[in-house]
């Protein structure tokens, strides 16, 4: 069965730059969320999305933002990147037709900033 | 915010019975709740999802009491492979409205030969 995508897998930038993580959801869904894991941490929630428009907003930093397109597939821009920001990225996506939404997961972006 | 705790570690031996309990005292009421695996490196890998009382699939148990505030995953017969940290996942509704989705503090289970 298909699964979400996520692009590219790592990533390696400096501090100040910019940084983009895209996710593709699996067929058929139109909900995608974001989340942040910093080493030896549980995943946070940052943001997600339904039809395009934000649904739902968690621990996103102001110098982050994300936008979901008509293909369904989400972008995750980073900018004015910090030492701290240094993570995995996963993208999850759902349906939400289905009551119960069951979020499923990408297999995450590794960022690291140096 | 509501914190979502589940214990820090379990060890357990091969063919044995497993129990891991998570306490979520704001959940939101119309969320179900989710479990989690993780191995390093990877993405949360989907086990079961409840709403309320017992579910069951090929691989394990889910138990939630009436109240919701806390739920069990029942993992029969756990193998050196099922060794990985597990994670619930719920929805918390703050008093402002706001919704977030919230990991439990993840279990790491090892199981023993």
């Known amino acids: 069965a298909a699964g979400v995508i996520q692009s590219p897998r790592h990533l390696i930038k400096e501090k100040r730059e910019t940084a983009t993580l895209k996710c593709y959801p699996i067929?058929?869904?139109?909900?995608v969320y974001w989340y942040q894991q910093g080493p030896g941490q549980d995943p946070q929630f940052l943001i997600s999305?339904?039809?395009?428009?934000?649904?739902d907003k968690g621990s996103i930093p102001d110098r982050f933002s994300a936008q979901q397109f008509s293909d369904y597939h989400s972008e995750l821009n980073m900018s004015s990147l910090e030492l701290g920001d240094s993570a995995l990225y996963f993208c999850?996506?759902?349906?939400?037709?289905?009551?119960?939404?069951?979020?499923?997961f990408g297999p995450g972006t590794r960022l690291l900033v140096l | 915010l509501a914190k979502t705790t589940q214990p820090i570690s379990m060890d357990s031996y091969e063919g044995q019975e497993v129990n891991i309990t998570c306490s979520h005292n704001?959940?939101?009421?119309?969320?179900?709740i989710t479990w989690y695996q993780q191995f390093p490196s990877q993405g949360p890998r989907f086990i079961i999802q409840?709403?309320?009382t017992k579910v069951t699939n090929e691989v394990a148990s889910l138990f939630i009491p009436a109240d919701r505030k806390s739920s069990t995953l029942s993992l029969p017969r756990v193998s050196l492979s099922d060794t990985a940290v597990y994670y619930c996942?719920?929805?918390?509704?703050?008093?402002?409205?706001?919704?977030?989705?919230?990991f439990g503090t993840g279990t790491r289970l090892k199981v023993l030969a």
């Open positions: 999850a996506s759902s349906r939400r037709r289905d009551f119960q939404e069951t979020q499923y």
């Open positions: 067929p058929r869904h139109d909900t």
């Open positions: 999305f339904y039809e395009k428009m934000q649904s």
């Open positions: 704001n959940i939101a009421t119309n969320d179900y």
């Open positions: 409840g709403y309320k």
């Open positions: 996942l719920v929805g918390d509704r703050a008093t402002s409205g706001t919704y977030k989705y919230i």
